[in-house]
Nanobody, 125 residues
């Protein structure tokens, strides 16, 4: 059974950093593009970043460009989201999602059939 588990969330001060991990089990991550999404209270889920199965293609939302970096280690079946210069508006539950495919990555939540349970990121002083 395909499973995704996020970790690495927590409470951090503005300007701080966190690294989120998305570990897959039950399938080889090498065949899947991975997306990171977030949902703040009272807001719709939004795409943050995505990475193609081989890491050759990435996407970042304008709101995180230059601050967040997505990467993957297929040998460890894990995708990472390094988040630097965090702002209070980055506070949200962060989800990773998987979609099979070997070309590019997918920006929209409806394109992903497999989801993790989410990890809370809170940016506050």
């Amino acid at each position: 059974q395909l499973q995704l588990v996020e970790s690495g969330g927590g409470l951090v001060q503005p300007g701080g950093s966190l690294r989120l991990s998305c570990e897959a089990s039950g399938f080889g991550l090498v065949y899947y593009a991975i997306g990171w999404f977030r949902q703040a209270p009272g807001k719709e889920r939004e795409g943050v970043s995505c990475i193609s199965n081989n890491g050759g293609s990435t996407y970042y939302a304008d709101s995180v460009k230059g601050r967040f970096t997505i990467s993957r280690d297929n040998a460890k079946n894990t995708v990472y989201l390094q988040m630097n210069s965090l702002k209070p508006e980055d506070t949200a539950i962060y989800f990773c999602a998987a979609q099979s495919g070997t070309t590019g990555c997918f920006r929209y939540s409806f394109e992903y059939p497999y989801w993790g349970q989410g990890t809370q990121v809170t940016v506050s002083s």
